[in-house]
């Protein structure tokens, strides 16, 4: 198998059911949950120690996920030929992983600066990535449907990485560091 085509050399590339151009809307929306997913996965190589190993596999299990809502953004098939991979379930899940860590960590009241230690620094890298991957999205949903159980698999799991990033550094033993010009923002709300 070769990994080049040739088919791409003129901007455009191959989609499930069409082509377009590389800087489709669509192309826009999938290649950064690819980003995400690479991003993830360099955040698990920071993670191999047992005290994570929770926290990896869920990474793991995320990066399977990732590549569902990607082919689900990928495609132009009919609503009649295509069969998503994204559920509603996979939000549900991350939810209840939020809901843990969210005890796991110390209170939250203020925003907190990125940082920490490298594996929290990396989920949060993931997070603002997964932020934007949201925001192509709902610009791919402005021009053209989007499956409502990707729009809200991203938007949680960018809630997810934040809250796992900060039990990362709660395990760890690194204190949050609050924005020092934060006002009281989190009045009993279990994620950013």
């Known amino acids: 198998m070769n990994l080049y085509t040739r088919t791409g050399d003129k901007g455009q590339t191959s989609i499930i059911g069409g082509r377009v151009d590389?800087?489709?809307?669509?192309v826009e929306a999938y290649g950064t949950v690819d980003e995400l997913n690479a991003i993830v996965g360099q955040s698990m190589t920071m993670l191999k120690e047992e005290k994570y190993s929770d926290i990896y596999a869920e990474l793991e299990k995320i990066q399977h996920e990732l590549f569902d809502c990607g082919g689900d953004l990928a495609s132009v098939l009919s609503k009649e030929k295509r069969v998503d991979k994204t559920t509603p379930e996979m939000a549900s899940d991350l939810e209840s992983r939020i809901d843990a860590y969210t005890q796991e960590a110390p209170p939250l009241e203020r925003f907190i600066l990125p940082g920490g230690s490298e594996a929290s620094a990396s989920?949060?890298?993931?997070r603002t990535v997964a932020r934007r991957a949201e925001r192509r999205i709902v610009t791919l949903h402005k021009l053209?449907?989007?499956s409502d159980a990707v729009m809200q698999y991203i938007n949680r799991l960018s809630d997810y990485l934040f809250a796992a990033a900060r039990v990362v550094n709660c395990r760890a033993g690194y204190k949050d560091v609050e924005y020092e010009r934060s006002a009281i923002v989190f009045r009993g709300k279990k994620s950013e």
């Open 22 to 26: 590389k800087d489709d809307a669509r």
């Open 123 to 126: 989920l949060h890298l993931a």
């Open 144 to 146: 053209e449907p989007v």
